[in-house]
């Protein structure tokens, strides 16, 4: 599920997504669960069982097609292919793909859903601080 500089090279996601964090014991895999707090600077990909708080401080978190995350999540950037349930907190931008299943709250700058996915809950868009140079 994650790659971390320790962990062996079975893996089940994306290669360009590589996360440095490390998770006691190391984990990977569609089948594991993980169920700890994540707080995670690079970027994450999971694709597997997540049932627990991330908050990821300035990158981005991709949840895989056979992905199942039950978690509160603060990112940077958020791209769903998976299922996610939870609220949802992204500093950038948040994508919800064909086929994807969203139910919780939405606070983001930026919005993405594209048609076939599912989405129950709120969206609220957040301004800029400050204005666009």
Same mark, same amino acid.
């Given at each position: 599920?994650?790659?971390?500089?320790?962990?062996?090279?079975? =893996?089940?996601?994306?290669?360009?997504?590589?996360? @440095?964090? @490390?998770?006691?014991?190391?984990?990977?895999?569609?089948?594991?669960?993980?169920?700890?707090?994540?707080?995670?600077?690079?970027?994450?990909? %999971?694709?597997? %069982?997540?049932?627990?708080?991330?908050?990821?401080?300035?990158?981005? $978190? =991709? !949840?895989?097609?056979?992905?199942? !995350?039950?978690?509160? %999540?603060?990112?940077?950037? !958020?791209?769903?292919?998976?299922? $996610?349930?939870?609220?949802?907190?992204?500093?950038?931008?948040?994508?919800?793909?064909?086929?994807?299943? !969203?139910?919780?709250?939405? =606070?983001?700058?930026?919005?993405?859903?594209?048609?076939?996915?599912?989405?129950?809950?709120?969206?609220?868009?957040?301004?800029?601080?400050?204005?666009?140079?």
């Amino acid at each position: 599920m994650w790659r971390s500089k320790q962990a062996s090279s079975a =893996t089940a996601f994306s290669p360009a997504l590589v996360s @440095t964090a @490390t998770i006691d014991p190391p984990v990977s895999g569609p089948d594991t669960e993980v169920k700890t707090k994540i707080s995670e600077n690079e970027d994450l990909c %999971v694709d597997g %069982v997540v049932e627990s708080p991330m908050f990821l401080k300035c990158r981005t $978190l =991709t !949840v895989a097609p056979a992905a199942k !995350v039950t978690a509160f %999540v603060i990112a940077q950037d !958020v791209i769903i292919f998976g299922e $996610l349930n939870g609220n949802l907190q992204a500093r950038n931008r948040i994508q919800i793909k064909k086929d994807a299943s !969203v139910l919780g709250d939405l =606070t983001t700058p930026r919005i993405l859903i594209e048609d076939g996915a599912h989405f129950k809950g709120t969206v609220q868009i957040e301004r800029r601080k400050s204005p666009r140079p």
